[in-house]
């Protein structure tokens, strides 16, 4: 199985996220949560980690609290897409596992030092702040990392927290620049291809159709979920941003990208945390990410649904 580390702002796509990877073990080890202030503050990240955890009956796995700001700006949330808590919908207990008395930058450059080139897959699926830190603090960890792939960005569907930018490179525009030009293989989801992974009706009904506690849990996450893209664009239901990633660590013939240049816009007000991709390759820019444009979307749900079922 191939060891991942899962950077993290839980928010109910992330919960989707970590449970999809949990079900995954033939796939996936995974090493630990790092949480960072995203959707919500990280007091809230953290807890809502450990809380899924609990849900999957994994309290083995290691979370860490990492960064509660970006590198150089305010914070930014989303309460009013996650709602207050970041994971409001289910009714799931406190969690009773604790955090990881190791500061989540820490874990990462301690792991990623010990472990062989290229062997760790790094999935950011909240704002860039911890492995923007880890990278910065350690550049020698670079090598260790087999390859990120992260959520964030767009390009046709530009952006969701303003008119250019998506929400996690749009929080910590300057951790976002570090990373994409760290050198380490890169895979982007951009909204581009989360806006097709949609939780219409049926597909919510498969999750609850499970009986199990996580498929109720996930069918109430993305009802909840829903109510914002659903006012705002009419959408048909929830995007289920972050688990393309683990989706795509599980099979990645289920998405189609091209690999291109792409670049964060840190220094203006108007497009702050934008990803200028070169989709069409009008620039010499060296090419840096491959950048996903389209997934097969039935087939995404059904491996989730699958998958699902198994926790
Ligand atoms: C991203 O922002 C967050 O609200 C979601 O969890 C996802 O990671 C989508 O723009
Ligand atoms: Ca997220």
New binding site residues.
Partial sequence: ARKIIID????Q??AVAILLALASPDEIELLGLTCVA??VPLDLTARNARMVCELAGRTDIPVFAGCDRPLGRELVTAEHVHGKTGLDGPDLPEPAMPLADTHAVDFLVDTLRVEPAGTVTLVP??PLTNIAAAFKAAPDIVEKVHEIVL?GGAYFEVGNITPAAEF?IHVDPQAADIVFRAGAPITVMPLDVTHKALVTKPRNDAFRALGTSVGTAVAQMTDFFERFDKEKYGSAGAPL??PCTVAYLLNPELFTGRHINVEIETTSELTMGMTVADWWRVTRRTPNALFIGDLDADGFFDLLTERLARL
């Avoid at 993290?8 to 928010?11: A, E, F, S, V």
């Fill in positions: 993290t702002d839980p928010g796509d992330d995203g959707n699926i909240g959520m996690n941003h972050d």
